[in-house]
């Protein structure tokens, strides 16, 4: 079956240092992969979007690698703020339904 | 900016009771969804809607959840009788997908949630 995998451990930062997340997928060939935020009790909110047939996307302090052969994408936040603190979801999807699904995400602490 | 409506954000609730949600997508999107999110986990699909119809409700505990989008615009997930494993936040997001000149990669715009709470 489909398999997402993010780091369960928190990732715990200094503020102005680089954060960077994985997810790593088994049993899937997505054709886009989306990155959300989510804040404590809020729903997800879109970040970025990178297609298999993208290396890397940029946004403001955000970058974005998608890797198919190793199956994993790094999502990478510079110049980090303790505003940035929130847990991070990846989410792949590509068939013909538009599903999407989510990783567990990884919770980003940024300490000022 | 156009949001996604969910009510209510809290809802506490005996087991076997009838409970229900509501919700409103941005104006225009075709594509609504229902999620479910147990703390420390992903969303978890529930069921999709194109429309007025579902195109997926395979993750949809049938017997005793159900789901419609009756006018294909707002939305109302229920569960009768409520379980104590059913505690937990029901997300509901929406998407332009159909609209091809507008999205055709299913960037999801997620309401505020609600937390159910089932003792």
């Known amino acids: 079956s489909q398999k997402i995998e993010q780091n369960s451990e928190a990732l715990n930062i200094q503020e102005g240092k680089t954060a960077t997340l994985t997810c790593n997928y088994t049993n899937y060939s997505p054709a886009y992969l989306q990155w959300y935020r989510q804040d404590p009790g809020r729903g997800p909110v879109f970040l970025l979007l990178?297609?298999?047939?993208?290396k890397e996307k940029r946004k403001e302090r955000l970058k974005v690698t998608f890797d198919t052969t190793l199956k994993q994408s790094l999502f990478h936040i510079t110049a980090s703020q303790p505003a940035d603190s929130a847990t991070y979801l990846c989410?792949?999807?590509?068939?013909?339904?538009?599903?999407?699904?989510f990783g567990s995400g990884t919770r980003l602490l940024v300490r000022p | 900016e156009a949001e996604v409506a969910q009510s209510p954000r809290y809802k506490i609730t005996e087991k076997s009771q009838a409970v229900a949600f509501w919700c409103d997508p941005i104006s225009g999107h075709a594509t609504l969804y229902w999620y479910r999110q147990i703390l420390g986990q992903g969303p978890e699909l529930l069921v999709q809607f194109q429309d007025e119809s579902v195109v997926d409700d395979s993750q949809l505990p049938k017997d005793r959840f159900s789901a419609e989008r009756l006018k294909g615009v707002d939305s109302t997930l229920k569960i009768q009788p409520a379980e104590l494993g059913d505690s937990a936040m029901y997300l509901c997001?929406?998407?332009?997908?159909?609209?091809?000149?507008?999205?055709?990669?299913?960037?999801?715009?997620f309401g505020p949630g609600t937390r159910l709470t089932v003792l």
């Open positions: 997001a929406s998407s332009s997908y159909g609209l091809a000149a507008r999205s055709s990669y299913n960037e999801q715009f």
């Open positions: 990178i297609r298999e047939n993208e």
């Open positions: 989410a792949l999807g590509g068939d013909s339904s538009y599903k999407l699904i």
